[in-house]
């Protein structure tokens, strides 16, 4: 009975950073294009990456067997596909300090941004958590959230509302 609670703590543990082995790219700042394994958390109820966490970094495997920590300051973009699912997430200047009453946090100036439609006006979602206000997850305490921005012309990221879409001048599709 004294190692049911220490199994369960340790199969808790496992879960909580797991990450997936996940063959991908990085598009460096000089188009230089590497072949890597990438090491994506995935979060525990829902299987799916954990956007969150890599919007600040990724861990990969390089060609030669190293682990590297990549951040967004150091790439272009990152590409991966998981359950047959294509991901581009690309290094944009964090110009957005706040979002959702929370701050989208970065190791530099750039944050990665899941890519979700390129045309002449570039869709992004981020990913947080939000802590409060608003419903709060009885199990974990916290309000996970997502939410959308475009990328203008000038390169300056923009909080999409739907009032904010209607009003575009450029079709997203």
Not at 5 to 30: D, Q, R, S
Not at 87 to 103: E, K, Y
Not at 128 to 140: A, E, L
């Amino acid at each position: 009975m004294k190692k049911l609670p220490i199994t369960l703590l340790l199969v808790l543990c496992y879960c909580f950073v797991a990450a997936e082995k996940i063959e991908g790219l990085i598009i460096t700042n000089v188009n230089d294009t590497l072949k890597v394994t990438f090491d994506i958390p995935i979060e525990l109820l829902s299987r799916e990456p954990n956007y969150e966490r890599l919007q600040n970094k990724v861990k990969y495997v390089d060609e030669n067997g190293k682990k590297q920590t990549l951040k967004p300051d150091d790439a272009r973009e990152i590409i991966f596909t998981y359950n047959n699912e294509t991901v581009r997430m690309l290094s944009r200047l964090n110009t957005l300090q706040f979002v959702g009453g929370t701050i989208l946090l970065s190791s530099g100036d750039n944050i990665f941004l899941k890519l979700v439609e390129d045309g002449p006006v570039q869709l992004f979602i981020y990913h947080y958590t939000q802590g409060s206000p608003g419903v709060v997850n009885p199990s974990t305490g916290v309000m996970t959230g997502a939410g959308s921005m475009t990328l203008a012309s000038s390169g300056v990221l923009q909080k999409v509302t739907p009032a904010t879409v209607s009003t575009m001048s450029v079709p997203l599709m």
